[in-house]
């Protein structure tokens, strides 16, 4: 039996939770719903959704059909982390349990609230939990989860993570790493600022703006509420939205005039509430856009934040960029020669 310990890169966002160990990726919305909704619906979520067996309970994670829209996570964050945290968490790592195999886990949660809620989710995840996941036949496969280690880092740390280290978690050459930029990374509900000065983080010019992609989906979606039929589930309409066009009903409709107005005036929105965060830090050499949302508001955002603005980009989804950095920050932290602090 395997006893060395596995890393994994954990994001808990409050439009999707995100998990991977450098092979296996899993991601799915941050929604869960007690019980299953029907007797017999056991293992049919939708793709990506999760039906679970609990000690206090069945729960239907990840599913977004069926409930509200959009639930308000940003503006009562106790919600995700205090209810739902723990329950996401165990979720998204159950794939990546073996045997009881020990786990180290490095969580990225927004910045104005990694701190509050560190201890609290350390608490509740250290040790050992039991799940069940329903397979598509109705059957229960049980899983014994072990977690030893649990460290819980800013959101866009996982992003810089990736800018200064390799893939085993050692640094390596990078002009971010003696320079001060700013990370912004624009999620699902939220947008994180974090100023990094020479690689360490500040206070100052950093913090959550409760704003995010949510606010454009949440008003193209109102648009469509208006027609004879209502709008799809959140993730087909992500699709929908990406592609242009969307068929409700016999009837297909135009997105693209209404996504690019509505993503303008986000990025506009957004663009002054960065700039008053980063008023008093005139010697920003560059402005790192990342996350989920950066590629669609990256071209209206750029002219109207001040200082050089450079899009992050992912060569497999955006919205990983923070969980693949905090994989990279677990290997250099919990790795065979702990600190790495010398390149191989």
Not at 16 to 23: A, E, I, S, Y
Not at 66 to 86: H, M, N, Q, V, Y
Not at 109 to 137: F, M, N
Request: aromatic share 8%; hydrophobic share 40%.
């Amino acid at each position: 039996m395997n006893r060395q310990p596995k890393l994994l890169g954990l994001d808990i966002g409050f439009g999707f939770t995100k998990c991977l160990d450098g092979q296996r990726t899993v991601i799915f919305p941050s929604s869960l719903r007690r019980g299953l909704p029907f007797p017999g619906s056991a293992g049919q979520p939708a793709e990506g959704g999760f039906d679970i067996a609990l000690e206090d309970g069945d729960f239907r994670v990840g599913d977004d059909t069926g409930a509200a829209f959009l639930e308000d996570f940003a503006r009562r964050p106790e919600r995700l982390f205090d209810t739902f945290g723990k329950y996401l968490a165990l979720t998204a790592i159950a794939a990546f349990s073996e045997q009881e195999r020990p786990l180290h886990l490095m969580i990225g949660l927004p910045v104005s609230l990694a701190r509050h809620w560190q201890e609290l989710l350390t608490e509740r995840l250290t040790g050992y939990h039991k799940i069940g996941i329903y397979q598509p036949d109705g059957c229960c496969v049980r899983k014994n989860i072990h977690i030893r280690r649990v460290r819980v880092v800013p959101h866009p740390l996982g992003t810089f993570a990736t800018l200064i280290m390799n893939d085993r978690g050692y640094l390596r050459s990078s002009p971010y790493r003696e320079s001060k930029v700013v990370l912004v990374d624009i999620g699902f509900r939220t947008t994180d600022v974090m100023v990094m000065t020479a690689a360490l983080s500040g206070n100052r010019g950093s913090g959550t703006i409760e704003m995010g992609m949510a606010d454009g989906i949440e008003a193209i979606a109102a648009k469509l509420g208006q027609t004879s039929a209502p709008p799809p589930g959140l993730r087909h309409l992500l699709k929908a939205i990406r592609r242009g066009f969307i068929r409700i009903g016999d009837q297909e409709y135009n997105l693209q005039p209404l996504r690019d107005t509505t993503y303008r005036w986000l990025a506009a929105a957004l663009g002054d509430r960065i700039n008053a965060f980063l008023r008093e830090d005139w010697d920003l050499e560059s402005v790192l856009l990342t996350g989920g949302g950066a590629a669609d508001l990256a071209e209206d955002m750029a002219p109207l934040i001040k200082g050089e603005v450079v899009l992050i980009e992912h060569h497999q989804d955006p919205r990983l960029s923070n969980a693949e950095g905090q994989l990279r920050l677990a290997r250099h932290h919990w790795g065979a020669t702990g600190f790495c602090g010398n390149t191989p």
